[in-house]
């Protein structure tokens, strides 16, 4: 399987039907409507139930994959995974990938909006 891409225009735009116009609209709500603030995870993810930890990643993750943020979709599912104990796994760890990915994310749409 191919390494999970940062921004895949080209699959975002398969499924929305080729609407760059609505691409456009987005991506910069993905940026500017409700942009992931790392300390409100860290909050959530500290309370004892990790549900609303879990949502906040879910919001996120299932964004990136309408976006075709591969990548950050890909780590998305993975903390959410471990916050709804659907497995096991080092939040942290998971924690740090997904911010990352998430700037990376970030860092490529404005990028696209700029050329788009």
Do not use: C, W
């Not at 735009?13 to 940026?31: Q, R, S, T, V, Y």
């Not at 924690?95 to 860092?107: C, G, P, R, S, V």
């Amino acid at each position: 399987m191919p390494e999970a891409e940062i921004l895949n225009l080209e699959a975002a735009l398969e499924m929305i039907g080729g609407e760059k116009a609505l691409l456009l609209d987005l991506l910069n709500a993905f940026l500017n409507d409700a942009p992931f603030d790392e300390a409100r995870l860290l909050s959530l993810e500290a309370k004892e139930d990790s549900t609303e930890a879990a949502k906040y990643v879910h919001y996120y993750k299932g964004a990136a994959r309408q976006l075709g943020a591969e990548k950050l979709a890909k780590s998305g599912q993975a903390l959410e995974d471990v916050l709804r104990k659907k497995t096991t796994g080092n939040i942290p760890q998971l924690n740090k990938a997904f911010i990352a990915d998430y700037q990376l994310t970030a860092e490529a749409i404005q990028d696209s909006l700029e050329i788009l």
